[in-house]
């Protein structure tokens, strides 16, 4: 079965608003990355995070390990953010092989 | 910095035709290289990871026979789809891990439309 859940599907926010991202998983963990997929497809890294809390800007990515979930909290949202966000993980013992969610597309609303 | 680079990245092929692909790992020496593609309204999925010392690994649905990949040194690496069709159409991108750590870089990708 789908080893990441990642939600919600999509998302409309009012410029100003924050954002929830969560991805649950379904296995033990060696690493957490989250994404942002460009319109042209390519992805830039956000945060690396196989556990605890990392800040970037507005950015803030929480992974839990024993609750197997992480979250990706955007506070005060932009239009620019709007887009894709990806997140992926690496499953105990896999060795480098990443297994990504379906994504949350996010439109941001001036 | 760790960057990767893909080439090219846009390419059109006919159906039943092929198409190679290549992936550069620039600042690092990637311990592992790992080919994904993503399908129109799919995500990502794993078609082969290739590290250091051991042999190339296939995902399920995905064969050497169709997805040929050559990984001369940690720096390099290149994918042929062969014999392309529809149902090949989609981003691939590279992702290579450096030494010492588990966060994966990736590239920009090669975007494949199959006519």
């Known amino acids: 079965g789908q080893q990441v859940q990642q939600s919600p599907a999509s998302l409309v926010l009012q410029e100003g608003e924050n954002a929830e991202l969560q991805c649950n998983f379904s296995?033990?963990?060696?690493?957490m990355q989250w994404f942002y997929q460009r319109p042209g497809g390519s992805l830039v890294s956000l945060f690396y995070n196989p556990s605890g809390t990392k800040q970037s800007g507005r950015l803030t990515s929480t992974t839990v390990i024993k609750e197997r979930r992480s979250s990706l909290h955007i506070s005060s949202s932009q239009t620019t953010d709007s887009g894709t966000y990806l997140c992926?993980?690496?499953?105990?013992?896999?060795?480098?092989?990443?297994?990504f969610g379906k994504g949350t597309k996010l439109s941001v609303k001036s | 910095g760790a960057l990767v680079y893909q080439y090219p990245r846009r390419t059109i092929c006919k159906s039943g035709t092929s198409m190679r692909m290549e992936c550069q790992a620039v600042g690092f020496q990637a311990t592992s290289v790992a080919w994904y593609r993503q399908s129109p309204q799919k995500t990502f999925e794993l078609i082969a990871l290739s590290t250091v010392n051991s042999a190339i690994k296939y995902e399920q649905n995905f064969t050497q026979e169709k997805f040929p990949i050559s990984h001369p040194n940690l720096s390099f690496s290149s994918m042929t789809v062969l014999n392309a069709y529809l149902e090949d159409r989609g981003l691939y991108l590279c992702g290579a891990r450096d030494w010492g750590g588990a966060e994966q870089f990736f590239g920009p990708g090669t975007r494949l439309t199959v006519l």
């Open positions: 296995t033990s963990l060696n690493s």
């Open positions: 992926a993980m690496e499953p105990g013992g896999s060795n480098a092989k990443l297994t």
